[in-house]
């Protein structure tokens, strides 16, 4: 096994960084570092938030929650496509010490009414179109009228809360009087149940912070700006994405979603240096402007070494493997500055606070070439499967 000793010293040099101890403390540095900078841009929709009008809303927004009943502790399911809506209602639950539940938008009534369930939701904010899933649950599992927000609602007839409502009606000056500390619960992230019944993640603020530092740390050489985001915001990578610019103060552009026939005018006219490059665009032909390409750094999965060599032959941008799960967050990735054939075409390595090994049937190392379990451990990693005893015993050693 070949070793990098200087990416080992400088990955020993962020463990060793004091961060943050919360998203609500990261929040409160950027607003008084970066200010009047573009932090948020849902650029299809016009919509734009500088660091301080982020951070503004998002007291807002805490407030009109906490005069709903939202406390420290108070599960609170998300179900909103890709919105301004999203990143405000997450920092803001975040701000009380309150447990964030992404719902994918595509779930049935079925599907909701078990995820509402599970996950002992106390309130829901839901996209006015999204509301027949949610009125289609015989009992509303459980949720009053009171408990449901409604994003994008001209008029909820008085059944419902309307988001805009609270957020006018909020202070900007809300002080929850809660510090969430590093190992508290933030979210409660499903996983997709493609095996079973999906199961709830349960992430820290520390999980989150790492997870959003950790790429930009390891690239910091590359000063990224400005990053492309056109995952569902209800996946992990547009909520670490989002940490990530409240680290560094660059600008996080979202889209609505992916799109292959838009993606390289999206970063070229966004000037964007980072972002996910979706591999169904190799199978596309050449574009007129595919070496228009600004970005510092294209990050793929799965690619094999041929599609990273066509991919940076075609748009003359350095191409680099990253792996991560829900429940590690980023766990390897290829350095950019690293250029040898014993690296490159692999997952990568061990980012910061994570440690890996190939596991035998028994548990022990495997010998070098010979296929086993991968075994991630670390600070910051899950905190298990929310109400799942066995789960968490076959899983974690």
């Keep these: 096994m070949k070793h990098f000793p200087a990416y080992e010293q400088h990955r020993r040099a962020i463990e060793a960084m004091r961060l943050p101890d919360s998203i609500p403390e990261l929040l409160r540095e950027a607003e008084s570092k970066f200010a009047d900078a573009e932090a948020v841009s849902f650029f299809e929709d016009g919509r734009h938030l500088t660091f301080r009008q982020l951070a503004v809303d998002v007291r807002r927004l805490a407030d009109g929650l906490s005069q709903l009943g939202v406390r420290s502790g108070s599960h609170v399911a998300v179900m909103l496509s890709n919105c301004i809506e999203f990143p405000l209602t997450w920092l803001a639950l975040a701000e009380l010490g309150a447990v964030v539940t992404p719902v ?134 547009p909520q670490w994405m989002l940490v990530m610019s409240l680290y ?88 950019a500055d690293i250029e040898d054939d014993a690296i490159i075409g692999t997952c990568g390595l061990p980012g910061p606070w994570r440690e890996f090994r190939i596991a035998n049937d028994e548990g022990g190392n495997a010998p070098d070439g010979q296929p086993g379990e991968l075994w991630v451990r670390g600070e910051g990693v899950c905190r298990g499967y929310y109400k799942r005893p066995q789960a968490n015993e076959a899983t974690f050693v």
Excluded: N
């Design 248 to 335: 560094t103060g660059g600008r996080i552009d979202f889209c609505k979603r992916m799109s292959v026939r838009q993606f390289v005018d999206w970063m070229i006219e966004r000037r964007s240096d980072l972002a996910w490059l979706p591999d169904p665009l190799l199978k596309s032909p050449p574009g007129p402007r595919d070496q228009e390409m600004p970005a510092k750094l294209l990050m793929a999965y799965g690619f094999s070494p041929a599609m990273l060599a066509e991919a940076e032959s075609r748009y003359r941008v350095p191409v680099r493997e990253a792996y991560g799960m829900t429940e590690i967050g980023m766990g390897l990735l290829v350095p």
């Design 104 to 237: 994918i938008t595509g779930y049935s009534s079925r599907e909701l009414a078990f995820l509402i369930d599970d996950a002992d939701i106390s309130h829901i904010v839901i996209e006015a179109t999204l509301l027949p899933v949610l009125e289609a649950i015989e009992s509303k599992a459980g949720l009053a009228p009171g408990q449901v927000i409604v994003v994008g609602a001209q008029a909820c007839g008085g059944l419902h809360r309307s988001f805009d409502e609270l957020l006018r009606r909020g202070s900007p000056d809300f002080d929850a009087g809660h510090r969430p500390a590093p190992d508290d619960l933030l979210s409660i992230q499903y996983t997709s149940g493609t095996t079973g019944l999906p199961k709830g993640v349960m992430l820290t603020h520390r999980f989150w912070i790492q997870t959003g530092l950790a790429p930009v740390l390891v690239w910091r050489s590359l000063e990224l700006r400005s990053v492309l985001s056109d995952h569902p915001f209800y996946y992990i990578d």
